[in-house]
């Protein structure tokens, strides 16, 4: 399996603190079958800033730890950046990291609502041959109460990532029940752990496709994992035709 989303770097973020923190994280992915992970530090979050030279330095440093501790889990770089005005001009002037290198980039909204200006960012990243993808859009709370902002997004080419915890059910069952309506309506692309450690914020992506093997088919299942390849490959990834989340089905009202 491999994992695009995932804070394992350690010392940088609300992720890893320490490069034991690290090592735990890998053994548990490793157990868990993923093979590959793309740190992806958090990024003008108002928290903490990690342009691309210090994360590119950071993977390499942790993947000879890995060696030498005889890990066989390959880390590759990338970044979560919060949407911000500068995005553009940040990525010109190489500060912004896209996954692997690749064509696909993260961009994170606020927990709590969608900027205003997503909609026009979304549309210049993709103007610069970018292809944008929304993580965890499940536990932003103005997409949970409007999803149509969501489908109009996909609709308009970005992607979008869910956490595994979300389909576990790690994050309550109003996120659970969310997350499943959204891949019913073809509004995800991208199964990831967003892991930060072994205890509160793991791994469960091996959980997570057992999951949705069980309640959607196997199809679903390789949709997922083989988009993560071609994500990592720079290739084009599969995407299956938009539908939006009604507001009455979304409240349990028929």
Known sequence: MIDIHCHILPSIDDGAQTVHDSLEMAKLAVQEGITTIIATPHHKNGRYE???ETILN?????NRHFQQ????????PGQETAINGDMIEDYEQSHIMTLNGTQY???EFPSSHV??????MLFDLQLKGLSPIIVHPERNAEIIERPEKLYNFVNKGSLAQITAGSVCG???KKIKSFTEQLMEANLVHFIASDAHNVSSRA??????YDLIGKQYGVELVYFFTENAELLVEDMNVYKEIPRRVTRKKFLGIF
């Open 50 to 52: 990690n342009p691309k």
């Open 58 to 62: 950071k993977v390499e440093e942790l």
């Open 69 to 76: 501790e005889n890990i066989s889990l390959n880390v590759l």
């Open 105 to 107: 980039v993260f961009v």
């Open 115 to 120: 900027p205003r200006y997503a909609e026009k």
């Open 170 to 172: 790690k994050f309550g």
């Open 203 to 208: 791994f469960h992506l091996g959980q997570a």
